[in-house]
């Protein structure tokens, strides 16, 4: 499988998030790994933490992420934002605030910002570099940018099962902190080792078609539930 290579194409991208289901269901099937804690909420953990008084997402999704921040810090100034008008709907069906943008451009005023999220979606964006700019040319002095992304081997049990490769992208726990330390002094990263559970073959073949129909063809038919690795990391850049 080379998924890679059309990750960052715009007509995949807008085709594979025109609706919430591809999200929702990859996202139904993760639970923590061997240290118990999964990424999302390590990074909530980082987010809420560093008190921020107005946060910014990219590639908000479902908005689930920014709902989960807002329960627990109702009165952050909290402004989500996605290239698909349909994630930006199903955020607003949430209560947040949120609007239709392009990551590489911001509606948002230069420093206006103390803190911008970008969870599982950098490996999207076609200009990395200019997104990555853009961000910070919307953050304050020493605001904060949190990331969360996957790695080389994340899911790869199940890939390589199906006949497909390990999926190298522009921006996974391998390269992630080089690259955002082309625009940030200080980058930390935590890697999290999480599991995806399917309760049958049919339910991992779903998963695999919401990105790859050829690899949700090929994956042989086994019985009963799998448990596979994902491999993620979540990094603070400021
Ligand atoms: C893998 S989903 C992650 C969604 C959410 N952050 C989460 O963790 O569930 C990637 C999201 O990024 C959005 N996206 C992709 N490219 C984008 C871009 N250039 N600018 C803004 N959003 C983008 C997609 O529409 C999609 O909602």
Redesign the pocket.
């Given at each position: 499988m080379d998924s890679s290579t059309h990750l960052t194409e715009s007509d995949h991208?807008a085709g594979q998030?025109a609706s919430t289901d591809n999200?929702r269901t990859r996202?139904d099937v993760w639970r923590p790994g061997p240290e118990g804690v999964s990424p999302v909420d390590v990074l909530r953990t980082l987010v809420v933490s560093s008190q921020p008084r107005r946060v910014i997402e990219?590639?908000?999704?479902?908005g689930?992420?920014a709902r989960s921040v807002l329960d627990e810090a109702p009165d952050v100034d909290y402004v989500a934002?996605?290239?698909?008008p349909a994630?930006v709907e199903a955020t607003r069906a949430l209560g947040v605030t949120a609007e239709v943008?392009?990551?590489?451009i911001l509606p948002f005023g230069d420093g206006s910002c103390d803190a911008a999220v970008a969870?599982?979606?950098l490996y999207?964006?076609?200009d990395l570099d200019g997104t990555l700019r853009e961000v910070r040319r919307v953050l304050r002095d020493g605001g904060t940018l949190y990331v969360?992304t996957n790695g080389r081997e994340h899911l790869a049990g199940l890939l390589r099962e199906a006949g497909g490769d390990a999926l190298v992208t522009q921006f996974m726990s391998e390269n992630a902190a080089e690259v955002l330390g082309r625009h940030f002094e200080h980058v930390v990263q935590r890697d999290v080792e999480t599991r995806a559970t399917f309760a049958d073959h049919a339910t991992a073949s779903a998963y695999l078609a919401t990105f790859s129909p050829d690899l949700a063809a090929s994956l042989p038919h086994f019985e009963g539930p799998r448990t596979y690795a994902g491999h993620t990391a979540v990094l603070s850049a400021r």
């Open positions: 991208v998030y999200l996202r990219i590639g908000c999704g479902t689930a992420f934002t996605d290239l698909s994630m943008a392009s990551s590489d969870a599982w979606m999207h964006v076609p969360a």
